[in-house]
């Protein structure tokens, strides 16, 4: 396990527990190129080959050798050059004071170490506190022209099939230059006939997976909007010919930040692949005066021979132990009901503490108040950046509603959006320069807002100040962080004009400065980050929060889809999932509250309704969900996932599972979208369970969500082996009518 470097064949070996990934440093001039990465190599005999390089080569040991341009065209590299002669895409692009744009990095020397060094002002994966997992490769590299120094890190985690990628470029030059382009990692590979799978979609549809050909030329998922992303997902998957769920090659590429990314898969004419992943390049633009440096944030890669299930366990696992630091990682989280959907901007402290009330007796645990609660704020056109309580609309303030919340024994909740300012409102009034703009251009509005500059000290201070006094001035427990748009406009009234093009990343490290104050301020906070629904999922989001907002679509049906793609890659325990009323407000469709309880078990579980306006039953039910909750989110936060039907694929029924680490007990989801009668005469199903015990017996046992469960966990069900299970299936009847669901329970005796 580890890193190791080989000196003869000056190869560099890192190990996860199941995978190998190999860099070769080749001739004179200091080219280092990728050799491998695949299933784990036992030895590394006959590894040069890999790189299809003649060591001869006079490329390798001469500047001037005359086919220079061929040689950089195709060499397998671990960090691209730009303007010198490899026309694939580039991984670093200049701008010198005298105009000029290339850059070529070799080799100087290498470090290993125990442990990885955090990557100043960027939410980035670590070791586990006592554990030596982590180890970490820092390849420093020169341009000698520019006089340019990057540092290429490559972590490896001894406990997950994970490496971590990061760039930190130095000027080691006596004049400023100008960063046009930094990307955090590169791999440059062979063909295998790959398929890509990405994530798209937009408000109330987020997280789609998609699967296209790789074909010549360019595939990218990107965006540019300044972090609130619905559209596409910084995450793709390679897969081989043949791959799917449980066999085949799979590449998985994740981006730890939450600003503007761009992944990019490149088929080149040599049939060789180049992906590279890191900040969006458009619009950005770094200046390092001399001695400065900047670092890139964190790209993370997993590699699986097993398919997608074991890249899904990869990226949980990371995330779950090396990303997510939140005292609540490990822990249940208190059920909440959220006031959006139950009120929107319509109530005061009586219609809240009625729903408080009502909630208490049915087990919920948390009252959120969501937006509404601050300034001038009767609707969603005025009011952001005034973080003080609108003692008209709630009487006594959030202190006199957390007192009356906890004496129910129940906790409260806030909602806000720090990162913007409406027009109408005192901070804008104030400080109208605080909004970003370009001078002599009306910036666009959206949902009537601006974004503030919070690339400015002053500004996030000052805001921070506000939301830290509010979190004093009563008991709150959490918070539900919001951004609900996009950047545009970018123009800074603080930024000199050569660092306007700064302030897309400025934005984003300010926020993450925002967030680390908050969560050093109020260590206890429950954090919940948001954006217009689930806008803002990804590991840097997680850094900070444990759980994410995951979609403002709570149609249970709609979720199952929106719920499949997110969990691809992040754990259930962080996904933001809530029942809520019937009609649905986003569809219109009207499902069984039972169907819309299992769908939202399997995320952080909480309810988005007026509970008071529920029917005896209806509340009867929320008893029984809320009891389960109890008894099942352990499995849910801990379990290993396998994702067994997809609805999105099949168009009729959705199937997963979760299983403990030890084996012994596992959960299946199983939501039937559509009576599949065009069977009508085989009247039941068969789903092969994966993650048991192969000898091992199971009490199978369906829960009845609809009912209290007063049986102990094994009672009442029927006793079956884990091999049957998995290789013959797990059987049982069609439900009468559409978007039905079960759960099982499985205990080994
Ligand atoms: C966003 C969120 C919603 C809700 C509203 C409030 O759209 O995703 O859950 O908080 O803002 O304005």
Known sequence: MGITFYEKERIFKLDTPNTTYLIGIV??????????????????????????????DPSLWDEEAKYRVLFLNRFPTEYSSHGVGDYRESSI?????????????????????????????????????????VTTLIITCVDKVLNLKAELY?????????????????????EAIYLEKVMS???????????????????????????????????SVSTTRGGNCHQEHPFMALLAQGANQTMGEVYGFNFVYSGNFLIQAELDQMDSVRVVVGIHPEDFCWKLEPGEAFQAPEMIMTYSSQGLDAMTHSFHKLYKKHIIRSPYRDKKRPILIN???????????????????????????????????????????????DWYV??????????????????LGMKLGIWMEPEMISPDSDLYRAHPDWAIAIPGRKPSRHRNQYVLDISRKEVRDHIMDMICKVLSSANISYVKWDMNRPLSD?????????????????????????????????????????????????????????????????????????????????????IGAHVSVCPNHVTGRTTPFDTRGVVALAGTFGYELDVTKLTEEEKEQIKIQTAYYHKLNDLVREGDYYRLASYWQNGTHDCFQVCSPD????????VQVKNPVSFPYQLSRQIRLRGLNEDALYVVKELDLTKEDESDDQQGGKALNGGVLMNGGLNFDWMWGDFQAKLFYLEQV
């Open 93 to 133: 692009r200049v701008r010198t004071k005298q105009g000029h744009n290339a850059v070529l990095l070799t080799y100087h020397s290498h470090r290993i170490i125990e442990g990885k060094p955090p990557l100043e002002g960027l939410p980035a994966t670590f070791g586990q506190e006592g554990k030596s997992d």
């Open 27 to 56: 001739g004179k001039l200091g080219f280092f190129g990728h050799i491998y990465y695949g299933k784990k190599l036992n030895g590394i005999e006959g590894a040069w080959e890999l790189l299809r390089v003649d060591e001869d």
């Open 490 to 574: 970018l123009g800074s009234a603080a930024l000199p004009p050569d660092r306007q093009g700064e302030l897309y990343h400025r934005f984003i490290l300010g926020l993450y400065e925002m967030q680390q104050r908050l969560l050093d301020e109020f260590p206890d906070l429950l954090l919940e980050n948001c954006s217009s629904g689930g806008g803002r999922f990804d590991p840097g989001m997680l850094y900070f929060s444990p759980q994410i907002w995951c979609s403002d679509n709570t149609d249970a049906i709609d979720r199952l889809i929106i719920q499949e793609g997110t969990a691809l890659v992040y754990p259930l325990s962080a």
């Open 390 to 407: 609108n003692e008209e609309k709630l009487k006594g303030g959030l202190k006199y509603l957390a007192d009356e919340v906890n004496k």
């Open 154 to 174: 490559y972590s490896v985690f001894a406990d997950t099939d994970a490496i971590a990628r990061s760039v930190r470029i130095t000027n080691e030059n006596s």
């Open 663 to 670: 084996r012994r007990k596992s959960l299946v989801f199983y």
């Open 339 to 385: 006031s959006w959907e139950a009120a929107y901007f319509d109530y005061d402290e009586k219609k809240l503490l009625d729903i408080a009330r009502e909630s208490a007796k049915l087990g919920i645990e948390m009252l959120v108040v969501d937006d509404g609660w601050f300034g001038n704020r009767y609707d969603d056109n005025r009011a952001l950046g």
């Open 185 to 219: 990692g590169c791999l440059d590979m062979e063909n295998k006939d790959f398929e890509i799978l990405s994530m798209h979609g937009s408000w109330f549809r987020e997280r789609y997976l998609e699967r296209k050909k790789l074909g010549h030329g360019k595939y």
